[in-house]
């Protein structure tokens, strides 16, 4: 069966592709698909632990079956943050300003 599925940030980046069409057998599941890909782009294969996958408008577990034409999305790892730095809101008086 055809899976369509959508690379973001950083694997869009290593593959110089936006997406990856895939034939994957008949209730293949979201790992087959991560492993057709990776058999294509073998560079994001270290990304795997930290990749979330979504069908459409939910995030779905590695062995969620796929159906025919879904759309599958891979998203890398992120970062951000202030690390061990926190913020506090400080309250602003009439003499503040």
Aim: charged share 25%; hydrophobic share 35%; glycine share 10%.
């Amino acid at each position: 069966m055809r899976v369509r599925v959508h690379l973001f940030a950083r694997y869009r980046e290593a593959t110089g592709q936006g997406q990856v069409d895939l034939e994957i057998p008949e209730g293949g599941t979201v790992e087959a698909a991560w492993s057709a890909v990776v058999e294509r782009h073998p560079q994001l294969a270290e990304y795997r632990p930290f990749t979330l996958f979504a069908v459409g408008h939910d995030y779905v577990e590695p062995d969620h079956h796929l159906k025919p034409d879904d759309e599958l999305c891979l998203f890398p790892p992120v970062s951000g943050g202030s690390g061990a730095r926190s913020r506090r809101a400080t309250a602003l008086g009439e003499a503040s300003l």
